[in-house]
């Protein structure tokens, strides 16, 4: 019992040494500030869902000869489709032949990567020659999103610094080192373009055949960050 107490009593001073340390932020004289950067980016990664389906032709078309005319048409846009087009499902509506349905009516659906607004354009109006009408836009997105994101991570904090120096100057005072540094606000915000049909998209290539260069523009994807700093004030 009595070693119990003594070691206790030994870790009192360990404790007590370490809140008479370094004075803490609050103690010192300070200037808070907030930093704010946004960036707005133009997006090179454009989802498109595309869904083949035998019924849009009345059966006329296989399933598989409609995907041959798909591909085909795909690599003549230049896209490389084994690297950018991918096969998200592939259903059928045979659950419904026991109700008497006439016929089993095929579908797929496909993911495909292009990477500027001319080429999606593009893919929207070939395909629909084919009778593939059912496209849209997942989502947007940059090929070099993690280093814009830390990019503006920067621009926000030596935002906070210019803005601290400006304001002690004005006072004839200085900032010292930074004493306390808090991210209070982050976003990266995608165009409303998620699950929507193109028209959303400020789509505005015709569909008649002779459009051989589709003008179609994406929204920007803005990132934006604010940072809280805490500067010594000399």
Known sequence: MKRLFLAILLSVPVMLSAQTGEKNFIDQNYIEVNGKADLEVVPDMIYINITINEKDNSGKTP???????????????????????????LESNFKFYLLFKPDVMLSKEFQLLVHDAKT????????KKLGISNLSIAKLDHSKMEDLK?????????????????????????????????????????PMMMNTRMSKASYTATDSAQDSEPSIDFQKIKLSSTIAVKFELK
């Open 63 to 89: 399933l598989d000869e409609l995907e041959r005319k798909m591909r085909a048409k795909l690599q003549e846009q230049g896209i490389d489709i084994a690297k950018d087009l991918s096969v998200q499902d």
């Open 120 to 127: 999606a354009g593009n893919v929207f109006i070939e395909l």
């Open 150 to 190: 830390k990019e503006v991570k920067v621009k926000a904090i030596k935002a906070a610094k210019l803005k601290a120096e400006l304001l002690t100057q004005a006072i004839g005072q200085n900032i010292g080192r930074a004493i306390h540094i808090q991210e209070i606000e982050y976003g990266d915000y995608q």
